[in-house]
């Protein structure tokens, strides 16, 4: 299964970047043999609206499943919801660990934003 964690920087070992919309990478992890894509998020760092919605549409396109991330904001929820991506918020430490905490099934889908939009 493929999931997206956000993460400050291109390999596993990495911090988990507590943003979805704005993180400035996007790791596609297959969870099985743990081969992951790193998806250069930075054109929606400074993105003056439509971060979370274009990074979401971004999940979609890649085939996401489950997005790991801190938090996420109302656009950025409803736009995963409707592409049917299940989000996992409260991602801590590095992108490893939070990947290792799904898989023991320790992090709960959300159903609702944690945030409001741009926050940083």
Same mark, same amino acid.
């Given at each position: ?12 070992? /990495?911090?988990?970047?507590? !943003? #979805?919309? !704005?993180? *400035? ?10 081969? #992951? ?23 979609? =396109? ?15 929820? /409803? ?16 992108? !490893? ?5 799904? *898989? *023991?099934?320790?992090? *709960?889908?959300? =159903? !609702? ?8």
């Amino acid at each position: 299964m493929k999931v997206a964690i956000t993460s400050t920087g291109t390999d596993l070992d /990495r911090p988990v970047d507590e !943003r #979805f919309g !704005r993180a *400035k990478v996007i790791l596609v992890v297959d969870t099985e043999s743990e081969a #992951f894509k790193a998806l250069d998020n930075s054109v929606n760092l400074n993105a003056a609206q439509g971060a979370g919605i274009q990074t979401a549409q971004r999940m979609a =396109d890649e085939g996401v499943q489950y997005v790991l991330t801190g938090h996420i904001g109302p656009k950025a929820y /409803r736009a995963l919801n409707a592409a049917g991506i299940q989000i996992l918020t409260g991602a801590f430490g590095t992108v !490893r660990e939070t990947l290792d905490r799904f *898989k *023991k099934g320790e992090m *709960k889908t959300t =159903d !609702r934003p944690d945030v409001q939009g741009h926050w940083s």
